[in-house]
């Protein structure tokens, strides 16, 4: 529909007849861009596009105003970003959220606790703003059990509720969400801490309303106490929609047939812990399922797509799952501690899956057998059992070389290892021209190719020049700033870069953040980055989420003079408990832009500059 | 128990069983951990304890932990793994649960001391068979016979965490696995005034 660049005054463009023609040509131009604006926004309703709104929102006043009245998704991925009185004063029909809290790094206890990032502030104004909202995600946001009630409270048609990565609540929220939102489709908990005060864990599972629910999605794996399992059976019983449950580890394989029994339309399954409940206590039960009848349910189970769990896992069970093996896509067996041995024969079944997470117990061995068979994978995460700087490697260059070679399709890698070549990380670059997200993480510090003894440099390198659909990136192992030229230079299109215990000097960070002017996102600990690094990058910051920088070079002066030439970029420094407040150097820097300035709620042992 | 069979089986490995001491048992000395079982055995006896339907690797895997030296400081957030995963690893809650109920035991007339884990036994009548069957081999006489005067020929003794020596058995079981430090079986004349042992 074409519209005038200046949009709205004289209102004679637009001739498809939407306009309901009052008052015609002499309408005041106020009124005529009302008809203007309905229209409008009859079209942008079908805008959904975060990007695509922000860029029609930029056109001129009335598209903003119509924009802000028809978006239905906020998206937030820094709370600290805006405040929440500009958000809700803006959109007002907001009927999804997600919102974003604390940065990555808090994953791996870099940041305190209490730095920030609660959800109080956010969920008093939507509940003012917003009484149809029916949709929130939250990640990494610290969120209390009075939050949830307040949410419960607040929102008549809440349908969708997704926790990822969040603190600071427990079964009570549970509860509350369970009773008070009658219209709950989704229940999703995913890497959450949920910690109740000892002996205060409520049987949150029974509070879901006695009659057929429209619950779509629960899953609760993260929720370290048990639950009412009688209750749970009986939910899902009657929840004829349900199609994607993940349950915790202290269902057993006995309990999780019986579920299975009441939900075969599910989709997606997290087992728990796919051990016997008989092995737990074997003098109080006869013996356990056996593994036939295991399998039989799974055979009953047609449209299984998506399995997990295998927390406590028995391998002798693992050949239950054979009868779903070939319709799977996806498949989470990282907390299964099992060998290549235990892992071949169900492998070699999945002819289709796409994303598969597992532990590196399996060996090259088991990765082997993975590139052997699954010709379509999009996605494979390689965790360690042993996370230590000095154990065992169980993976290798030779495990990745396999993966590289048989799945040709590999779009996202994340792969734990004790050492790696530059050879391997080559050979991958070049078969897997689909790679968007590579990260590799050596866990030996500072260690060089092992097989050269150079430095990692020519294997990212590889990697930033060939994969040229790269967005995502974490380095590690001896690297010197040739590797960080390699990125400037060839990463054009990365967003996202972790480095960690990498470089030699300033200009490593200097040719990222000259070079790579797509990046928004960058965490950076203990390598030798100075002020002068830092401020190399002014002229971009303001078109990133953030940066991260810790155990680095850095100095208050240096940080002082980013935040004085930057005004609408908050530079916030971390001190740990026992540093001293006076010390010049900084050793935790956390920077983002922001519309809402200095925010209000930061702790005493985190200063603004 | 399980673990304790594999343990019995690497007593060949135990380098430090075989070193001759001349101080008085239970003198303290640095804690060299002696290799107890070579790493490539773990796959054997992974494979051993296929037929018991609960596996044990953590308990191997605790028994493997205890020939490393002290840990090296581990950095904060290195690798980049959450907690969340971390916690979950069975063989790492197991390890973390296990730390710390291995005891030397020493037997007065024995040339070298023995280590045990304490929890793998349920009580004391099981940790007395255990000692017994240990110490079998030195040829001093058992540790349950008595002799002409009605006194066990031997004492089952603990020092305790404020360091008393104890005879072993007074106290309810879960009490004596949190404060028994080490233990010694002495000669029945030197454990007069001990008691007489249940």
Redesign the interface.
């Known amino acids: 529909m074409a519209e005038d660049e200046d949009g709205g005054r004289g209102g004679a463009g637009c001739g498809d007849g939407a306009g309901d023609g009052d008052g015609g040509a002499d309408a005041p131009p106020p009124f005529s861009d009302r008809v203007l604006e309905n229209v409008l926004e009859n079209v942008l309703q079908f805008l959904s596009s975060p990007r695509d709104r922000n860029a029609a929102s930029l056109v001129c006043r009335s598209w903003y105003r119509a924009e802000a009245q028809t978006r239905r998704e906020l998206f937030i991925g820094n709370c600290y970003a805006v405040s929440p009185r500009r958000a809700t004063e803006r959109f007002r029909r907001i009927r999804a959220v997600v919102l974003k809290g604390k940065p990555r ?1 808090a ?4 940041v305190p606790n209490n730095w920030g990032a609660h959800f109080h502030p956010w969920v008093s104004a939507m509940a003012a703003a917003y009484p149809w909202l029916e949709k929130l995600c939250l990640k990494r946001i610290s969120v209390a059990d009075s939050d949830l009630f307040l949410l419960a409270h607040s929102f008549p048609n809440f349908k969708e509720l997704s926790l990822i ?1 969040c603190e600071g609540f427990g079964t009570a929220g549970l509860a509350a969400i369970a009773e008070k939102c009658r219209h709950l489709r989704v229940l999703d908990l995913i ?1 959450d ?1 949920v910690e109740d005060e000892e002996d205060e864990t409520m049987d949150w599972i029974s509070r879901f309303p006695e009659t057929t629910t429209s619950l779509e999605s629960l899953g609760f794996d ?1 929720v370290g106490s048990a639950v009412n399992f009688e209750a749970l059976e009986a939910l899902v019983a009657r929840s004829p929609a349900l199609w994607r449950l993940r349950v915790n ?1 202290h269902v057993s394989v006995e309990q999780l047939r019986r579920l299975m029994a009441r939900a075969p339309q599910l989709t997606h399954l997290g087992t728990g812990s796919f051990g ?1 409940a ?2 737990a206590a ?1 003098l109080l039960q006869g013996g356990g399922s056996s593994v036939v009848d295991l399998a039989w349910t799974f055979a009953a189970s047609k449209s299984l797509v998506c399995l997990s769990g295998f ?2 896992v ?2 002798h069970y693992l050949p239950a799952i054979y009868p779903v093996c070939d319709n799977l896509t996806s498949l989470n067996f ?2 299964a ?1 099992i ?1 290549a041995e235990e892992l071949k024969p169900v492998i070699r079944r999945c002819h289709n899956l796409q994303n598969f997470l597992v532990l590196d117990t399996v060996g090259d061995e088991g990765l082997q057998a993975v590139a052997a068979t699954c010709k379509d994978l999009r996605e494979l995460k390689v ?8 154990s065992e490697g169980s993976v290798s260059d030779v495990g990745l070389i396999a993966i590289s070679e048989g799945c040709r399709k590999l779009r996202s890698i994340l792969y ?1 290892c004790q050492q790696m070549t530059n050879s391997a990380v080559i050979t991958m670059s070049q078969n897997c021209q689909d790679l968007m997200v590579f990260r590799l ?1 050596i ?1 030996g ?1 500072h260690r060089p190719d092992h097989r050269t003894g150079e430095p990692m440099d020519e294997g990212f390198g590889a990697i930033v020049r060939n994969c040229k659909k790269l967005r995502r990136l974490a380095v590690s192992g001896l690297l010197t700033d040739k590797a960080f030229a390699y990125i400037g230079e060839y990463g054009k299109l990365v967003r996202t870069l ?1 480095v ?1 215990f990498a470089g030699n000097s300033d200009l490593g960070l200097r040719y990222v953040l000259e070079g790579c002017n797509k990046l928004q996102k960058l965490e950076i ?1 203990d390598s030798p980055f100075g002020d002068s690094a830092l401020l190399s990058g002014l002229h971009h910051y303001y078109n990133m989420r953030f940066v991260w920088m810790s155990s680095c070079k850095l100095s208050s002066r240096g940080c002082k003079e980013v935040a004085q030439m930057l005004p609408r970029l908050v530079v916030e420094v971390i001190r740990d408990r026992d540093e001293d407040h006076d010390n010049e150097a900084v050793s935790k820097l956390y920077m983002y832009r922001s519309l809402a300035g200095s925010r209000n709620d930061a702790p005493s042992f985190v200063e603004i500059l | 128990m399980e673990g304790g069979g594999s343990y019995e089986s690497g007593d060949l490995d135990n380098l430090k069983a075989t070193e001759l001491r001349l101080g008085l048992p239970g003198t303290d000395e640095p804690e060299k951990l002696p290799s107890m079982l070579p790493r490539s055995s773990k796959r054997a006896i992974l494979e051993a304890n296929e037929s018991q339907s609960k596996r044990n690797p953590s308990e191997i895997k605790s028994l493997e932990e205890d020939q490393k030296p002290a840990a090296k400081a581990q950095i904060v957030g290195w690798p980049p793994i959450r907690s969340y995963r971390k916690n979950s690893y069975q063989a790492m809650k197991m390890e973390a649960e296990t730390t710390g109920m291995y005891v030397k035991v020493s037997m007065d007339g024995a040339p070298y001391l023995r280590k045990i884990d304490l929890k793998v036994y349920e009580g004391y009548k099981e940790l007395r068979e255990a000692l017994e069957d240990m110490f079998k081999c030195f040829s001093l006489g058992e540790i349950s016979r008595m002799d002409e005067s009605n006194v066990h020929e031997y004492a089952i003794t603990y020092e305790d965490k404020d360091g008393d020596w104890m005879l072993v058995g007074d106290v309810p079981w879960e009490m004596f696995l949190s404060s028994c430090k080490r233990m010694r079986i002495m000669k029945g004349s030197e454990a007069k005034g001990l008691g007489s042992i249940p």
């Open positions: 790094f994953d791996f206890n870099l990565c890497e801490y993260c580890h016997s008989a092995a074997p927390r406590d028995e391998p990282s907390f501690e060998a965790f360690p059992l042993d996370a230590r700087e000095d734990f993480c866990m510090l972790s960690a600990r």
